[in-house]
């Protein structure tokens, strides 16, 4: 019977984990970047994608690290493992995040420089 109170008590705190990380829904990342769709903003425009870009890679990175200070109790035995999930998906966001802002800065020296 205290086996089952923990199991359920660990996948309540990994739900709270990953739903307080933002992470509950969704996989993180942003698929494929089409450089193409950058090609139709004029420069005004793809400034305001560069700094909305950058915004997001700094605010998941700030999220990423206020994780990885979580104290995880120890009785939580999934705990570890959903604190590692969330940073690997935080990660991921983060890559496909600088894959857009590279597309975003090779379109602003063709056509804005």
Known sequence: MKAIALASTGAALFLALASAAGCASGTGSLGSIDPLKYDALDCGELDVAMGTTAAGISRTAISRGTVGQWNVPA?????????????????AKID??????????????????
């Open 75 to 91: 009785w939580a035995p999934v705990g570890n493992r959903a604190v590692g999930a969330i940073q690997d998906r935080q990660t």
């Open 96 to 113: 496909g995040l600088r894959q857009e802002q590279a597309a975003i800065d090779t379109a602003r020296k063709r056509k804005c420089r």
